[in-house]
Structures are given as C-alpha cells and as structure tokens.
C-alpha cells in the first residue's frame, strides 16, 4: 500500500478482555515500530521489529502485552486482559531500516478500556 | 529530565512570526528526527539531521544540532496557522540496540 495502514483505527472494550491491534508497513519496510500515546502525551517507545525479530522488548508495560511479525511484513500487537490504563492511542511506524532512517507513522488505533 | 524532551512545552504565536523549539537529549546518538502531529494521531515526519551535521534547512524549517550540548532547535519561519500542532524530536541511539526516543512535545498554536 502507500503507507501505513492500522486496524481498527478505534477499539471501545471491557475490562479484561483481550485485543489485538494489526499494522501493515509499507512495502518492502524491514523495520517495524509500535509506540503509545496516552491523551496529551508523548510517545511511549514499546517494541520494534527488524524483519520478524524484536532484539528490543523493554518498552512493553507488562507481560499482558506482545506483538509479532510474520513475514517480515504485518504486526499485531496484542493486549490480555485489559486494564483502563491501556487506554490509548497505539501508533505504528515503519522504516526502510532500523536507526538510520525516516519513520512513516500509521494513522492509529484509539483504544478504550471501560 | 527525560531522553527528547522538548521546551517549551507549550508556545503560542501569531501569524507570520517565528517560532522556535528545542530539544535536549542525553544519549549518543545516530540522528535525531523531528516530527509533527495533528490531532492526537499519526507523526509525520519533517526533517532529519545526522550526528555528524550541525545545520539543516528544509522550505521554512531550519534545524540545527549541537552533540556538545546533547540539543537540537527547530526553527519555523514565516508561520501560518496550518503550522498548528504538536512537535516531537525523536534520537536514535548510536549503540546497541537502535533505541528511539521521543520527547514530550512542543504544542504550538499560531493565530491568524
């Protein structure tokens, strides 16, 4: 596609319910980022992938948060057992590689816990 | 004070005016990045500079760096009101893993 796509660009769900939040980078992107944004904050840094790896897991809050890559291309970010502190907006973002080069930010997905 | 934390965090100005914002950092780092954000979604990306560079120019963008003082400005000239949103600068690490940080952000308002 011609940018980042995420899916679905809102989410409203209960409390301990899971979720799972899809990002398709651009084509032939090798890296792969997904930050959070909570109202009137900057950019949590959570997790990036260089092909279907993630050499840097630190940023995730907690074990109830994971995310995978398949071949090299979509990425789901996936949520267990929600809490009203995810609430936020999940941002994704790819680039041709890692470190050195622009980012191109998907559009987000608003997500809600209640 | 975190990693990218931009000052001030908040500026108002009119139209036509310049308008300038800093960053400060703490790690080395490959390059740093600014970026701009409308309405709370997705970043978009304005201008990069390279640890080895000290000025960069892009239209009325003009961005400058300094690794002796770990910061960065982004300088907007002439703005308008379509200038209106949030600004972050965001560093690439120059070890390790390729850690990138964002700041907290500069909100902008320009009045017409």
């Known amino acids: 596609g011609a940018g980042v796509s995420q899916s679905p660009s809102n989410k409203v769900t209960e409390k301990g319910k899971d979720v799972e939040l899809r990002c398709d980078p651009i084509?032939?992107?090798?890296?792969l980022y997904w930050y959070r944004q909570s109202l009137g904050q900057g950019l949590e840094f959570l997790i990036y992938f260089q092909g279907n790896s993630a050499p840097d897991k630190s940023g995730l809050p907690s074990d109830r948060f994971s995310a995978e890559r398949t071949g090299g291309s979509v990425s789901t970010l996936t949520i267990q057992r929600t809490q009203q502190e995810d609430s936020a907006v999940y941002l994704c973002a790819s680039s041709i590689m890692v470190g050195q080069e622009t980012q191109y930010f998907g559009p987000g997905t608003r997500l809600l816990v209640l | 004070s975190q990693q990218g934390e931009e000052d001030p965090q908040a500026l108002s100005i009119q139209e036509g005016e310049n308008a300038t914002m800093n960053c400060s950092y703490k790690t080395s780092i490959n390059n740093l990045q600014w970026y701009r954000q409308n309405s709370g979604r997705g970043l978009v990306h304005l201008i990069l500079?390279?640890?080895?560079?000290r000025e960069k120019h892009s239209g009325r963008l003009r961005v400058t760096l300094d690794t002796s003082k770990k910061s960065s400005s982004l300088l907007i000239t002439a703005s308008r009101a379509a200038d209106t949103a949030s600004y972050f600068c965001?560093?690439?690490?120059?070890?390790?893993?390729?850690?990138?940080?964002f700041g907290t952000g500069t909100k902008l308002q320009v009045i017409p």
């Open positions: 500079i390279r640890s080895n560079e």
């Open positions: 965001a560093t690439f690490n120059s070890g390790g893993y390729q850690k990138v940080t």
């Open positions: 084509s032939g992107h090798t890296a």
